[in-house]
């Protein structure tokens, strides 16, 4: 409301000039006294101090409080934007900002019991975001601690041990599960690899020497250097960078999905590690949904019922969110495409009749 009416700071100052209504309106006797206004100068500009507060905290709030997204791989970034933010107004020229500023820093600082103790599953969350890995974390750190600093290196370094830690128990538990066929080799993909040969090469002779057996020399000794783990390959490789339409987010989770058999381990990390609740929301939700569905007039519902609406009032969302979402620019092309097709299709039937 407050950036709406910054917009008409202009037209508000044209009326208090030209308007005689707006002005008596507030020279007019309400309770013994006259109205507050019209805003002035210094009202305008501490309406604009505030804005540059509120902002802060409106933009995170709204990402990490969404309930029906995915959200756990946003949080450490709008921690760290909520951080870097307050810090840069700390060092405003504006005294009444900076000591705001301060104040808001302390006690946020105080909230998470300083930002080198933070939750690292907030980190780790962020890495399992293939449009982020590594890369969004070594910024943040850059940002709060500054480029190869102590800090910087102690927080990095920490959360390659949560990560090596968490992929070595996955491992083990990936590797040892009698049911889990996703990691075991099968022997069909092996001998389709192997092919038996009936031909005896000789390669004894004095001055004799074959390319193809220096070769697997070299490759043996270079295969134990560069071999690497899942979680390595994941981390070397590039970050995703789909271009996508406006008010459009990328699916982690269908990532995933499609990548699962070639990371069966990180894959099992990153379920569980998504799955984390960021936000007391949706909890919250819930029981005010109950609270609006059994009132007074309608408290002799049984459990059951009860479950019945609010599951319907949910799948009913889910699908109207379905139908209203926007194509991809990939199915874009692929119905213009099928458009131009038929077009074809019809000028060629014309022309046979």
């Not at 600093?149 to 070595?168: A, D, G, P």
């Not at 993909?189 to 038996?196: A, I, T």
């Not at 969302?317 to 991809?328: G, H, I, M, N, Y």
Request: proline letters at 3%; glycine letters at 2%.
């Amino acid at each position: 409301m407050l950036t709406t009416a910054l917009k008409f700071k202009v037209a508000f100052d044209k009326m208090e000039a030209e308007d005689r209504l707006y002005n008596d309106y507030f020279s007019e006797l309400e309770n013994g006294s006259t109205r507050v206004g019209p805003p002035h100068h210094t009202d305008w500009d501490a309406v604009e101090k505030l804005c540059r507060f509120l902002v802060i905290f409106y933009n995170s709030t709204l990402v990490v409080s969404a309930s029906t997204s995915l959200n756990a791989h946003k949080c450490y970034g709008e921690i760290v934007t909520i951080a870097t933010n307050l810090m840069a107004l700390i060092e405003s020229y504006d005294s009444e900002l900076k000591s705001k500023a301060t104040k808001m820093y302390k006690k946020f600082d105080k909230y998470w019991d300083g930002l080198k103790n933070l939750n690292k599953m907030l980190m780790v969350a962020t890495v399992f975001d293939p449009t982020k890995k590594l890369e969004l974390a070594k910024m943040c750190f850059e940002e709060l601690y500054g480029l190869d600093t102590v800090e910087y290196k102690e927080v990095y370094e920490s959360l390659i041990t949560v990560l090596r830690s968490l992929f070595k128990e996955y491992s083990a538990r990936h590797r040892f599960d009698p049911n889990d066929q996703s990691s075991q080799p099968s022997n069909k993909s092996q001998s389709s690899r192997e092919q038996s040969s009936n031909i005896e090469i000789v390669d004894d002779c004095a001055g004799y020497k074959r390319i193809d057996v220096r070769y697997k020399k070299k490759l043996n000794e270079i295969g134990v250097r560069e071999k690497r783990d899942e979680l390595e390959t994941y981390l070397r490789e590039s970050v995703e960078n789909p271009e996508l339409m406006v008010g459009m987010d990328y699916d982690v989770l269908s990532w995933w999905r499609t990548y699962s058999t070639r990371f069966p381990v990180l894959s099992e990390i990153a379920r569980d590690v998504l799955a984390m609740q960021v936000s007391s929301v949706a909890s919250e939700s819930a029981f005010s949904t109950s609270g609006r569905i059994l009132e007074p007039h309608r408290s002799c519902l049984t459990h059951f019922m009860v479950e019945v609406l609010m599951c319907s009032e949910q799948w009913m969302k889910q699908d109207l969110e379905v139908e209203t979402q926007q194509p991809s620019n990939a199915q874009v092309l692929v119905d213009l495409e099928e458009d131009d097709k038929l077009e074809r299709e019809n000028e060629d039937a014309a022309m046979l009749e």
